[in-house]
């Protein structure tokens, strides 16, 4: 099956600086990638949607000046959390979209951020 | 607009027992549904799907689910209960447009297996 890499899978920072998540698609090419969020205990709320090429498509509430999606290239998102805090602590999981046949989306490992 | 409610938060059964995991739907378009399962601080990983084929869908493990339009359910079942079942499964709703690539999660159900 299709593999997607997401790095780091934890990292801790301090708060007011900026963490940087990649979401790679190692076996195949992505147009599209999607970011989620997920609360211990809880589901996976989607943030946006990642087009190469194109801006970024949030979803309602999330906001794009602290969460900023780059998809520069068919293999490579980045999530970015400027000037984090504590309550930006969470998982964070990307996933991307296979489009060979029958399409599936394939989710990296996630990453576990922890603000302090 | 689309929503998923998966009934019970926590599921716990015996090693060999069956296991069900409910889910319902609700969608104004014809769905695609999914099943995924994830273990503790990982990704998820798909069980099956299901996208307006058969309506009884069998996917990895052992699991399969049944599509019923009249209920607007996708219950998750397994014969035979494994020790290695236990995890946090999600059901998820999509539509054709986004072709499994946008979901919609439901709450999580996690299973316990018992020796």
């Known amino acids: 099956g299709a593999v997607v890499s997401q790095h780091p899978s934890r990292v801790i920072c301090k708060s007011g600086t900026s963490v940087k998540i990649e979401c790679r698609s190692l076996?195949?090419?992505?147009?599209?990638m999607f970011w989620y969020r997920q609360f211990p205990k809880q589901s996976l709320m989607l943030m946006a949607t990642?087009?190469?090429?194109?801006?970024?498509?949030?979803e309602q509430g999330v906001e794009k000046d602290k969460f900023l999606i780059n998809h520069a290239s068919l293999t490579l998102s980045t999530l970015t959390v400027t000037s984090a805090h504590p309550e930006d602590s969470s998982f964070y999981i990307c996933?991307?979209?296979?489009?060979?046949?029958?399409?599936?989306?394939?989710f990296g490992q996630g990453t576990r951020l922890t603000v302090v | 607009a689309q929503s998923v409610t998966q009934l019970g938060s926590h599921v716990s059964v015996s090693e060999g027992a069956l296991v069900l995991l409910r889910c319902n739907y609700s969608?104004?378009?014809?769905?695609?549904l999914f099943w995924y399962v994830q273990y503790p601080n990982q990704g998820l990983q798909l069980l099956l799907k299901?996208?307006?084929?058969?309506?009884l869908v069998k996917g990895i493990n052992g699991f399969e689910a049944e599509f019923k339009k009249s209920e607007t359910s996708f219950h998750l079942t397994k014969p035979s209960a494994h020790m290695s079942d236990a995890a946090e499964y999600f059901c998820a709703v999509s539509d054709q447009d986004n072709q499994g690539g946008k979901l919609i999660f439901g709450q999580g159900t996690e299973l316990s297996v018992k020796p």
């Open positions: 969608s104004s378009v014809p769905p695609y």
């Open positions: 996933s991307a979209l296979w489009t060979g046949g029958v399409s599936e989306a394939f």
């Open positions: 990642s087009n190469e090429g194109s801006k970024a498509t949030y």
């Open positions: 299901y996208t307006s084929a058969a309506t």
């Open positions: 076996d195949f090419q992505a147009t599209t």
